[in-house]
C-alpha cells in the first residue's frame, strides 16, 4: 500500500490544520493506521492511531485533547484534525499502516507501512 501525507503548512500558535493520508494500491480498511511525528534533531515520536472501525483511537499525552484521528475507509484516507497548535508541534508528519496485529500499537517499528511526511510549522 501506497501512503501519502498532505495538509501541512505554516500556522500560527493557537491555529489548526487537517492532515489527511490517502492510501493507494490496497484498501486499509483492515490496518490499524497511526500518525507519527519528527521534529528537527529528535526522534520520531508516536502522535495517534486508530483501529480498524474506527472505534478505537488512542493519543500520545502531548496531544490529547487537541487532535483527533479519524478515518473514512470508503476514501482509503485517514486524517488528523490538530487545532490548539503550539510551536512545539513543528515537525514532519508521516502516517503508518500497521498490517500485521490488528490492533492499536505505539511503537515506530510495529508498524509496516509509512508514506513520505508532510511539514508542520507552527509559529509563535
Known amino acids: 500500500v501506497q501512503l501519502q501525507a498532505s495538509g501541512g503548512g505554516l500556522v500560527q500558535a493557537g491555529g489548526s490544520l487537517i492532515l489527511s493520508c490517502a492510501a493507494s494500491?490496497?484498501?486499509?480498511?483492515?490496518?490499524?493506521m497511526g500518525w507519527f511525528r519528527q521534529a528537527p534533531g529528535k526522534d520520531r515520536e508516536f502522535v495517534a492511531a486508530?483501529?480498524?472501525?474506527?472505534?478505537?483511537?488512542f493519543y500520545a499525552n502531548s496531544v490529547k485533547g487537541r487532535f483527533t484521528i479519524s478515518r473514512d475507509n470508503a476514501e482509503n484516507t485517514v486524517y488528523l484534525q490538530m487545532s490548539s497548535l503550539k510551536p512545539e508541534d513543528t515537525a514532519v508528519y508521516y502516517c503508518?499502516?500497521?498490517?500485521?496485529?490488528?490492533?492499536?500499537?505505539?511503537?515506530?517499528?510495529?508498524?509496516?507501512?509509512w508514506g513520505r511526511g508532510t511539514l508542520v510549522t507552527v509559529s509563535s
Open positions: 503508518a499502516a500497521e498490517t500485521h496485529y490488528g490492533y492499536i500499537v505505539a511503537e515506530a517499528n510495529d508498524y509496516d507501512e
Open positions: 494500491g490496497r484498501t486499509i480498511s483492515t490496518y490499524v
Open positions: 486508530i483501529g480498524r472501525s474506527a472505534i478505537s483511537t
